[in-house]
Nanobody, 113 residues
Framework: VQLVESGGGLVQAGGSLRLSCAASGIRIRINAMGWYRQAPGKEREWVGGITTSGSTTYADSVKGRFTISRDNAKNTVYLQMNSLKPEDTAVYYC????????WGQGTQVTVSS
């Protein structure tokens, strides 16, 4: 199983980014998938998840700003992040939800104030 995150970068507060998670060795259409993040000096935290039926849930800190979607044909999960804040700065990862696969390298998101 391999999960490869991409799309991170440096953005100003209020900006947007779209992250992608390309999965191989696992079919996302039969797995609930989630996005997670780890800020410097903090524990990894759950950001949000999407079920096999497409229902989504989010952490309170990102609700209304982040949107998770999936493309089963591409075996890819997305995280659209709008109205970014400096506190969103972290390395972002995808995994199953709950997470039980090995973690990928993640993608760095840095939000400047």
């Amino acid at each position: 199983v391999q999960l490869v995150e991409s799309g991170g970068g440096l953005v100003q507060a209020g900006g947007s980014l779209r992250l992608s998670c390309a999965a191989s060795g696992i079919r996302i259409r039969i797995n609930a998938m989630g996005w997670y993040r780890q800020a410097p000096g903090k524990e990894r935290e759950w950001v949000g998840g999407i079920t096999t039926s497409g229902s989504t849930t989010y952490a309170d800190s990102v609700k209304g700003r982040f949107t998770i979607s999936r493309d089963n044909a591409k075996n890819t999960v997305y995280l659209q992040m709008n109205s970014l804040k400096p506190e969103d700065t972290a390395v972002y990862y995808c995994n199953t939800d709950p997470s039980f696969r090995s973690w990928g390298q993640g993608t760095q998101v840095t939000v400047s104030s």
